[in-house]
């Protein structure tokens, strides 16, 4: 049972450069998750899928989109990279949204040039 | 908006020591508490998850409680050990099913 693995593990990009991360869940979750973790920032909310099909904005959605593929699988992607995108993401799932345990996955440290 | 805080940022104790991790929270309408763990370099590792109508949950030598009434929750860890070093955050589930972390206290367990 791998739970929620990402991929890549890290990764370097140019300003502007596009790029997709991916997310899959192996434990039939219904939510899937997208934050950024940045220095005395705290986890901070990207985009969340409640369900299959659906997805919605969270706190800093800004220069990023998702699409949730199926119901294991979440990508988060950066049309045109930024320096300000430079963090760590990681890729979250729970059994539903809100009321339930969410599980993390490693993370994909992303530093922008 | 919800606001999590917690103190201390970083502690240092001796193995063996118990301890307590503090977390407040400013909005009291939430749905659940959650204590994470997170290792350098590494994802986030799920603790303990408390109900809104739950008092305290228990794993091993891990306890965690909430007054949701007062905004707060506790980490109470016994008989401290080198292999708990790491950063300590919580979570609160708030309106609209929104996890809001505190940024974390660093735990250092010295030998």
């Known amino acids: 049972n791998a739970g929620v693995t990402q991929t890549p593990k890290f990764q370097v990009l140019k300003t502007g450069q596009s790029m997709t991360l991916q997310c899959a869940q192996d434990?039939?979750?219904?939510?899937m998750y997208w934050y950024r973790q940045d220095p005395g920032m705290g986890l901070r909310l990207i985009y969340y899928?409640?369900?299959?099909?659906?997805?919605d904005k969270g706190e800093v959605p800004n220069g990023y989109n998702v699409s949730r593929l199926n119901k294991r699988e979440f990508s988060l992607r950066l049309e045109s990279a930024a320096p300000s995108q430079t963090s760590v993401y990681f890729c979250?799932?729970?059994?539903?949204?809100?009321?339930?345990?969410?599980?993390f996955g490693p993370g994909t440290r992303l530093t922008v040039t | 908006k919800q606001e999590v805080t917690q103190i201390p940022a970083a502690l240092s104790v001796p193995e063996g020591e118990n301890l307590v991790l503090n977390c407040s929270f400013t909005d009291s309408a939430i749905y659940n508490l959650q204590w994470f763990r997170q290792d350098p370099g590494k994802g986030l590792t799920s603790l303990l998850l408390i109900q809104s109508s739950q008092r305290e949950q228990t794993s091993g030598r891990l306890n965690a409680s909430l007054d949701k009434s007062s905004g707060r929750s506790t980490l109470y860890i016994a008989a401290s050990q080198p292999g708990d070093s790491a950063t300590y955050l919580c979570?609160?589930?708030?309106?609209?099913?929104?996890?809001?972390f505190g940024t974390g206290t660093r735990l250092q367990v010295t030998l």
């Open positions: 979570a609160v589930t708030g309106t609209a099913s929104k996890l809001t």
């Open positions: 434990m039939n979750h219904n939510s």
């Open positions: 979250a799932s729970s059994a539903d949204r809100g009321y339930n345990e969410q599980y």
């Open positions: 899928s409640a369900s299959e099909g659906t997805t």
